[in-house]
């Protein structure tokens, strides 16, 4: 399959990003939703920052929601784990607590050509109440009528939700509440309605068996989600046999409901997949690409914050040409193009092959 990587590539870096307080840094402005606005493209950035830290020092962000304020929390280096530079772990058998390296909210990237970005200096939607203390992470984003929906994990030490925001400016947004209970993630509200309902891919965790597959829901109204369904999940050996989950939210084709969703293997490489679901009943698998359709390869993809990463939350789809948009490295966004013909064609060899 024919992936044109922009030549521009990463589009939106750290660098990019203003801090939202002097003394914090942004380490990565990643895993964006997409909208055509207008004439624009509206990138909302997944912005991870932290304090800035001193030799000897660990010191991590968290949103007070009674004070309504980002605490700067400082602890004993040599009391956590720092292997995984996301997360902040207790060292022990009975640790239980972790902490986030970072605290993220949602900043808006905007363009006239999809390919030249500017980050607004201030947050669009930043963490404002007790379900958010360690930030909102990967949103998604489907327009329905003139409204845009904007749904994210909202993180503390509660679990991991989903919540709901509605934008119709992309400069205000209301609340919209909690769409998925802990631990629930990797949500994807369909780009319309199927057999009068609307429809959505989620990605619960279940701890007692510790898998990560795919449901799908519908609802009448965007709010109350149940007909919950499991959907898919990994293979056992291959390249998705860590974890798999939604990414960009399904649009139509003229073949049935396309999805592009992400999967992680066992040494935490995230690859890009495809899947083919039907028009009107889109709990029916039709094709699944049995290989990633994109593999982390460029530098900017390979080495970063947390390597061997591409992660999409968006696209736009223009006639054939699909662009995604996709966080690299957990670091940066980046974009590239593909034939959605192409997709559907390596959909149906897959098929043909099963």
Known sequence: MHIKRFDLNPLVTPA???????????VGAFNGAVAKFGDETIMLLRVAERPIQQPGQLLTPVYDAEKDTTEVVKLDPAAYDLSDSRVIRPKGENAEFAYLTSLSHIRCARSRDGQHFTVDDQPFIYPHDAYETFGIEDPRCTQIGDTYYINFSAVSKMGICVQLVSTKDFAHYQDEGIMFLPDNKDVAIFEGTASGRYWTLSRPTVPSTGVHDVWISASTNLHD????????TGSRDGWDNGRVGAGMPPFLTQAGWLEIYHAANKQNQYCLGAMLLDRDDPTKILAR?????????APYETDGFFGDVVFTCGGIVEGDRLTLYYGAADTRMAAAELSIQEILGALKVATDDE
């Open 225 to 232: 989600w149940g007909g919950h369904r499991f959907l898919f």
């Open 289 to 297: 690409t049995a290989a990633p359709i994109m593999v982390p390869s």
């Open 16 to 26: 990019d990003v203003r801090p939202s307080r002097p003394d914090f840094e942004v």
